[in-house]
Structures are given as C-alpha cells and as structure tokens.
C-alpha cells in the first residue's frame, strides 16, 4: 500500500534527496520490511528472515505434572533479539506514518490549528493510539500470566529466564516503539525545540524498559507500565479534546490526569520497593551469576529501588513546580490593575496582549519530561481556553 504524499508542492524532488526520503520514507521502509517478509518464501533465505520476524532463543518444555500435555515452548533474550527489534521498527515507522496520513491528518484539516498545536495534535494522536494499544494489551498479557491474581508473582520464580510468546513479543514491540521515535524526529520534520524533550522521554523509555529486560524484571515493568500508560493516555485524550474545543470534556478529564499522574507515580514506587526491596530481599544471592540471569544482589537492587524513586520524585517535582508557576500566572492576570496614564497603558497594554499570546501558546507545550507532561489548570477546570468577548 503506498502512502499519499503530505500536503505541498507537487514538484517532484530529488531522488535521495532530503525531501524526497521525507515524502516516501513510509513507502521505502515499508519495502524494506516486506523484502524480508519475501525471504520466508524461500528455503535459502527462511532461516535469515525468520531471525528479523519470528522470537528467536525458543525452548521447548515438557509437562512434568501431566505427560500427555502438549510441550511448551518459551522464550529467553539474547543478542539476536536486536534483529526482530528491528523489524517491528520498520513495522512502527509504517504504522505511524498510516495514522498520520488517513486519520490525524484529516483531522488537522478539518480544525485548522497553528504551527504549535499542529505539532501537539499530532504528537498526542500517535501517542494516544500507541498507549490506549499498550494498555488494552498490558492488561491481557498480566491475567494470562497470573500476575493479578497474587502480587508475590512480580517476584516468585525470579530470575524469569523463560518467557511466553505474548509477554516477550510485548517487550519487543515496545522497544521497536521507542526506538522509531528517533527517527520520526526527521522525517515529521519536527522544529528544533521539541526536539530536546521528546529525545528526552524516549530514551527515559527505553532506559526502563531495556533495564528491566535485560534484568528479568519484566514483570514489575509490564505492570508499572500500564498503570503509566494509563495516566498518559488520559492526558493525551484530554489535550486532543482540548485542541478539538471540546472544553466541556477536556476540563474533567485534565482533572482526572492530575490525580491518575499523582496515583501512577505512588504506585511505581511503592511497587518497586515492594518487589524490588522486599520480595526479592527474600531470595538475595550473595554473586552475580550472568549466566543464570540472577541479578539479585543487594547492590543492584539498591541502584534500581534508588534509581526509580529518585525518577519519580523528579517527575513530581516538575509537575507540582509547573502548576505552582501557572497558578501564580493565572493570579497575576487576574490581579486588579492600578490606573496609569494613557501613554503608558497603551504600552502595558501591548505587552499584556503579547504575554497572553505566548501563554496561550506555551498551555500546552510539554514541560521537563516529554509526553510525561504537567499542564496549566485554569479556572474551567481544564486548559485555558480562547475568549469569545473578542469578537468585533
């Protein structure tokens, strides 16, 4: 399926040019994945395909409760795992560029947004769409491993050296996700400052997600990852919404953000501390043994324990600062203003009006962390929203 070409000139560009890998990047990678998908139709190249698109280290188990059960197979990480990485990479990259072409694209005509919320829009409408996915799928791959039916499964069994198809085909997806960020970076043509925060939260992402991985703490990350996501969603639901003018909606559910944020940030840690401190207190081994994967020494368990909790007291600290700031801007502009001469209200006035216009602007930029971001409450309970008394 090729991908209409983005609004502009309809000048073809260069061939290799910059513009022209930005036009049809989407149909380029999209080539690249299906010549490896080609490979699996024939005998000589199967074994190289089938190491970009099936889970590699497969290990098949027998029943030892019940012989005449079906064997298993299950999964353990290695090198080889960075080539299906890279597949669901070019998987990402097309998908991507399908929800920017048929859906948020559409969209942004229909409401015609400036630059900055142009860009905002479509941030939120890919982020949305990944965490809604990540959430709905996070909470099937946790009640099919059991892990909400006893809390002591985050840690019983450690370290989990072999993992079903769904819980390491998630993990794979995840880092292919944040991984094609990056490039998104170049080919949404993304301005310069934006750039800093969402490199910012995609590494923080893959920081994590990797860390556990490699760790065999995939447990406490998939569930401390729903219950992230879960907040995020919303707050990309609600700046959609707000973007949409749908203020009605989006005032509740910015609301409703501020308090999921706080919940989702006591959860991690609490959690954490409770796997990572006193769970696996119980099973501490006194070397490190990288073969067997066990990495419970008490050493690492205080770098991850301090670690997370020092990240989320960041995080808090930068949305409580963020909102302090804002209300005390909003308290200002509310403030009663002192009679001055007409020469010098004029001028005051000019600058009031430039000031508003760059508040209105920065509502919704994303402040410290990316999509991990703190917003400015107004009195309607959500975004500051336009004045319909302008109207000449």
């Known amino acids: 399926m090729a991908i209409r070409r983005r609004g502009g000139s309809t000048k073809n560009p260069p061939i290799l040019s910059h513009e022209f890998v930005i036009q049809n990047h989407a149909d380029i ?23 970009f698109v099936a889970m590699q280290y497969n290990v098949t188990v027998n029943n030892t409760e019940d012989p005449e059960a079906e064997p298993t197979t299950l999964y ?37 947004l ?26 099937q791959v946790m009640i099919k491993e059991g892990l909400t039916e006893n809390i002591s499964h985050l ?32 080919f949404q043509k993304v301005k310069k400052e934006e750039v800093s925060a969402r490199i910012r939260y995609a590494s923080f992402y893959l920081a994590f997600i990797l860390g556990a991985y490699i760790l065999n ?6 569930v401390c990852l729903v219950i992230h996501y879960v907040a995020e969603l919303t707050f990309h639901a609600a700046r959609l919404l707000y973007f949409g003018e749908k203020a009605e909606v989006s005032g509740p559910l910015f609301s409703l953000w501020f308090a999921l944020f706080l919940i989702a940030r006591l959860s991690v840690v609490t959690l954490t501390v409770l796997v990572v401190w006193f769970g696996l207190g119980k099973l ?14 008490p050493l690492i368990r205080v770098s991850i324990v301090a670690g997370v909790s020092l990240f989320q007291a960041l995080l808090l600290w930068n949305f409580l600062t963020f909102q302090l700031r804002r209300r005390r801007e909003n308290q200002l502009a509310a403030a009663p203003r002192k009679k001055t001469p007409m020469g010098k209200s004029k001028d005051k006035k000019a600058k009031k009006e430039e000031v508003n216009k760059k508040l209105k602007a920065e509502s919704v930029e994303d402040e410290g962390f990316g999509d991990m971001a703190v917003v400015a409450p107004a009195e309607n309970g959500g975004m500051r929203t336009r004045s319909k008394s302008k109207k000449k």
């Not at 080539?31 to 080609?38: N, T, V």
């Not at 703490?217 to 998939?222: Q, R």
């Not at 501490?284 to 020494?297: A, C, Q, R, S």
């Open 114 to 139: 400036s630059k900055v919320k142009h860009s905002k829009f479509n941030e939120s409408g890919q982020l949305l769409t990944f965490y809604l996915m990540s959430v709905i799928w996070g909470i």
């Open 155 to 186: 840690w019983d069994g450690y370290p989990y050296l072999l993992k079903t198809f769904r819980f390491k085909f998630y993990f794979i997806v995840q880092i292919a996700y944040w991984l094609h960020i990056y490039p998104e970076l170049y």
């Open 29 to 51: 990678v999209s080539c690249a994945a299906m010549l490896i998908l080609l490979g699996l139709m024939f005998q000589i190249t199967s074994p190289f395909s089938s190491t």
């Open 217 to 222: 703490l995939g447990h406490l990350a998939l």
């Open 284 to 297: 501490e081994t006194t070397g490190l043994d990288i073969k067997g994967g066990n990495f419970n020494t």
């Open 76 to 112: 353990h990480h290695g090198l080889l795992d960075s080539c299906s990485v890279f597949f669901y990479f070019l998987i990402c990259v097309v998908i991507h560029a399908v929800i920017q072409e048929y859906i948020l694209d559409k969209l942004n005509r229909k409401l015609h």
